[in-house]
């Protein structure tokens, strides 16, 4: 209640809250704007499909009403997992991004831009065409495609300027707040519909559901709390820094510690292994329309496959296992740590510097990674466990939701906090 009091009576606080609050009240008008093609007569429950599942997440909740901003920052996202993978590929990107600071990171963020637009485009072009296989849009001809893919092409961009207004003028990230905005706009839904199945149109709860319900009571606030735990759990290496006498000064003999999280990667491995279990489900879904009887089978075959929640959520735990070291590797580089450590005089006590020192930070990293990937991976196959054991699809928790509402709820009230303390220190 206190730090409530100080945002209110700080100006510049306040009106970064406010703008924040603004910015949702104009996303949520955006997302409620259908495109020009959409007849809310032929739309059927298609987000029952993992696949458009996932894309009304990273819409922000605007896919459900085939909103002009349905594609949301999913093409900004992908651009930027291109960038970070290309870092590996070119050095001169990994030398703009780590070590020319803000311009550097400015001209990287550009390029991310740039190549948002012709993946939006491409995105925009096989979402409508497979929502009118899916008859949630009428066929549509040459004109009205291209009309189509513009809107939501721009729609998408218009939602990647807001998301960097955010970050510049208002509190936390813009693109994750975008996200944060659709899921928690979708959690009054979500009750609903877990009202309607457990009590009906009496209003009285079956007694024989009364078990399942306190079991997922007292499920989620542990599965929650060990989210935040290893969010923020990290495992701190200690530095000391040699004494050196410029002059008529002395600088150094200092001790300090580098902090490794446990989760380095984030929600990114489980995004790149949705990418890759989802990419068979639209070509299943491709395939299954299709006027060809053999490509019609294969296409029954694949989306069967992917529908089988024990082997879609072991493929799913392995890729997101794989792919948090994948991620850790890219992003975390202990040769250059090691070098950075020799050149400011500072060394990990009772390890050389030098190649020594990268070889201990490659082996505790790999280490401390291990234990990030294992949950990863558990969080990620948690919804299809809840399910299979509670025999319901509407009280499940854990995926990449509860990652991503997690990760922005503390990485806000980091920044809030700091802005606070900054303004009490002032």
């Known amino acids: 209640m206190n730090s409530l009091g100080l ?8 009106a970064k809250v406010f703008f924040v609050l603004a910015f949702f009240a104009v996303f949520r008008l955006l997302a409620a704007i259908p495109i020009p093609s959409f007849d809310p007569n032929l ?20 896919l ?29 990107l990994k030398t703009m991004y780590q070590e020319e600071g803000e311009v550097g990171r400015r001209k990287f963020n550009q390029i991310s831009r740039l190549i948002t637009v012709p993946l939006a485009i491409m995105q925009g072009y096989g979402l409508l065409v497979l929502l009118a296989r899916q008859n949630v849009i009428p066929p549509l001809g040459a004109f009205d495609m291209f009309t ?7 729609g998408s961009m218009l939602l990647v300027w807001l998301g960097e207004l955010i970050s510049e003028y208002g509190i936390g990230n813009g693109v994750s707040l975008i996200i944060f905005a659709g899921i928690v706009e979708s959690i009054p839904q979500t009750v609903q519909q877990v009202w309607f199945q457990f009590a009906g149109q009496s209003g009285s709860i079956d007694p024989t559901l009364v078990p399942t319900i306190i079991g997922f009571v007292i499920i989620a606030p542990l599965v929650i709390g060990g989210v935040v735990v290893i969010t923020e759990a990290e495992r701190p290496v200690p530095v000391s820094y040699a004494k050196r006498v410029r002059g008529m000064k002395m600088y150094g003999g200092i001790s300090t510690y580098l902090p490794l999280r446990i989760n380095q990667a984030g929600v990114i491995p489980i995004i790149f292994a949705l990418s890759i279990l989802l990419f068979p489900s ?24 992917l529908n089988n929640l024990f082997l879609y959520g072991a493929f799913y735990f392995i890729l997101v296992f794989l792919f948090t070291y994948f991620y850790t590797a890219v992003t975390f580089d202990p040769e250059a740590i090691s070098s950075n450590l ?18 201990f930070l490659s082996r505790l990293i790999t280490r401390i990674t291990l234990v990030g990937a294992l949950f990863l991976g ?13 025999q319901t699809s509407t009280l499940t928790l854990g995926g990449t939701a509860l990652l991503i509402v997690v990760s922005v709820v503390l990485e806000t009230i980091k920044q809030i906090r700091a802005q606070l303390t900054l303004r009490e220190y002032e």
Do not use: C, E, H, W
């Not at 739309?43 to 605007?62: E, H, Q, V």
């Not at 020799?342 to 070889?359: C, D, N, V, W």
């Open 7 to 14: 945002i209110l009576r700080d100006r510049d606080l306040r």
């Open 43 to 62: 739309r059927p429950d298609f987000l029952n499909n993992n696949f458009f599942g996932l894309l009304n997440i990273f819409s922000g909740g605007a």
């Open 64 to 92: 459900d009403n085939i909103s002009i901003v349905m594609l949301g920052v999913g093409p900004y996202i992908t651009a930027s997992i291109i960038m970070q993978l290309l870092t590996m590929i070119f050095p001169s």
């Open 148 to 154: 189509n893919v513009l809107v939501v092409t721009a």
């Open 282 to 305: 639209l070509i299943g879904n491709f395939l299954a329309t299709s006027s060809y009887p053999a490509l019609q089978a294969v296409g029954a075959y694949l989306v069967n496959f």
């Open 342 to 359: 020799q050149k400011q005089g500072g060394f990990i006590p009772g390890i050389r510097p030098g190649p020594s020192t990268a070889q």
């Open 378 to 390: 558990i969080i990620a196959v948690l919804p299809f466990v809840m399910q299979a054991v509670m």
